[in-house]
């Protein structure tokens, strides 16, 4: 599975990059904050909203610490998907925030 820095997260938001993010966090963690351009998909939802996804996208994927976003990373790898995991999830990034 391929892994990304917060860092160099932040280093592609400031490119402007074209970004598709992923958080699967609960709703309540997502209140205090998202990657701006993520989409919140709760992890228990991933395996019905995985079809909805576009097999030809790289999608990045976030969640408090980096545990849930590999376990979600991992399933959508053995869909097909293309995926990146955030080492160190939310806790480790100190990037712009905005809130849904």
Known sequence: MKTMTT????????????????????????????IPGAVHIPLGSIPEEAPNLDKSKEYI????????????????EAQGFEVVNLEGGMMSYDGELEFK
């Open 61 to 76: 994927l976030v969640c408090k610490g980096g545990i849930r976003s590999a376990n979600a990373a991992e399933y959508l």
């Open 7 to 34: 860092d160099e997260l932040i280093n592609l938001l400031d490119a402007n990059e074209d970004l598709n993010i992923i958080d699967v966090r609960e709703d309540h963690e997502v209140e205090n904050g998202m």
